[in-house]
């Protein structure tokens, strides 16, 4: 039993690039989420999605888009990179429902945008 | 806005002594959930321990207990007899309630550094 993986776990890009984390859970959550994590900030959430077919804008989603490809996977993509977007980004997921339910996180992907 | 605060950016504590890091939140909800989770250097993020607002219980896991004070909006860690494994991040947590997803709101966060 894996929980929730990120690929890749390190990347550089320059400035304009694009590229996709991935993320994948083998919990049968039905929710899943994308954090940044930013020195003195916490974790900010980006995009989440409660169930299949449905995502929704989090906190901080300006530059990024999603896909929950499936009940396993859901994926962020920065289409144009940019040096504001250099961060740690998470991935979790949770049972989802009406009840409140912990998160579970994925190791993190070191993103640096020169 | 839902605000969780932490207000010690850093602490230090000596292996087997006690140690209590403080987090204050805002809302307007009566029911909530609120949650401590531990980031150690390897960056994974765990899951401390958990408290329902409406049990008037402080939840305990082990070595680590809450002090939650519902009223005073305060949701306090304690970590009793402290290891060097304890070293890391702690981050208090609060996600509202309703909806179908457990969207969470951080601290930044309180780094705690345990002695010998």
């Known amino acids: 039993n894996a929980g929730v993986t990120q690929t890749p776990k390190f990347q550089v890009l320059k400035t304009g690039q694009s590229m996709t984390l991935q993320c994948a859970q083998d919990?049968?959550?039905?929710?899943m989420y994308w954090y940044r994590q930013d020195p003195g900030m916490g974790l900010r959430l980006i995009y989440y999605?409660?169930?299949?077919?449905?995502?929704d804008k989090g906190e901080v989603p300006n530059g990024y888009n999603v896909s929950r490809l499936n009940k396993r996977e859901f994926s962020l993509r920065l289409e144009s990179a940019a040096p504001s977007q250099t961060s740690v980004y998470f991935c979790?997921?949770?049972?989802?429902?009406?009840?409140?339910?912990?998160?579970?996180f994925g190791p993190g992907t070191r993103l640096t945008v020169t | 806005a839902q605000t969780v605060t932490q207000s010690q950016p850093e602490m230090s504590v000596q292996e087997a002594e006690t140690v209590t890091l403080s987090c204050t939140y805002d809302?307007?909800?009566?029911?909530?959930?609120l949650f401590w989770y531990k980031q150690p250097p390897s960056r994974q993020m765990i899951l401390v321990i958990r408290?329902?607002?409406?049990?008037?219980q402080n939840a305990t896991e082990n070595r680590f207990s809450v002090n939650f004070q519902k009223a005073a909006k305060s949701f306090s860690l304690k970590i009793s007899d402290s290891q060097l494994g304890d070293t890391a991040m702690y981050f208090c947590?609060?996600?509202?309630?309703?909806?179908?997803?457990?969207?969470?709101?951080f601290g930044t966060g309180t780094r705690l550094q345990v002695t010998l």
């Open positions: 979790a997921s949770s049972e989802g429902g009406t009840r409140v339910y912990e998160q579970y």
């Open positions: 919990m049968n959550h039905n929710s």
């Open positions: 999605s409660a169930s299949e077919g449905t995502t």
């Open positions: 809302t307007s909800e009566n029911n909530y959930y």
């Open positions: 408290q329902e607002a409406y049990k008037q």
């Open positions: 947590a609060f996600p509202p309630w309703g909806g179908t997803a457990s969207k969470l709101t």
